[in-house]
């Protein structure tokens, strides 16, 4: 069951078992299994407005270092790119990740999340062996990382 919530103080959006397009979810955990290598993923997060947060958080776990690059992309309406970041799958297990919202590329103001639509998900450069990754909980929260 996919569950988005915003916290009564909205200073945090989550979705803890997020339904990413263009892999099944693991019935029993809710989490997806990503082999990054073989095609992008997507998730659909909005219509919702972000100005108000700081900080993506993503728990990404990942069965053994690699190397490869992901790419993380924020889109708006129709696919407008928003921000992006990139991450290695320098670690083994499972991890928090917290990216800045005002570090994700191109630099600009707070109004450009105005209107967050999806999260996607890519290979940028392959490690030298395949990358498997699961994905958790994905949050957006007011407070820095």
Known sequence: MNSNKIEPDHSVWCSETPAW???ERDAATG???WHAEQGPLSLDVGPADWRAFRTLKLRVGCVQVTGARVRL???GCEEELLGWTTFAADWQGEKDLSFPLSAFEPRGDAERWHLV???RLSCEQAGP???TLTLGTVE???GLV
Do not use: I, K, N, Y
């Open 21 to 23: 397009r263009g892999v």
């Open 31 to 33: 989490l997806t299994r």
């Open 73 to 75: 992309v924020v889109l």
């Open 117 to 119: 639509h999806m999260l």
């Open 129 to 131: 062996s395949p990358t």
């Open 140 to 142: 957006v929260t007011a």
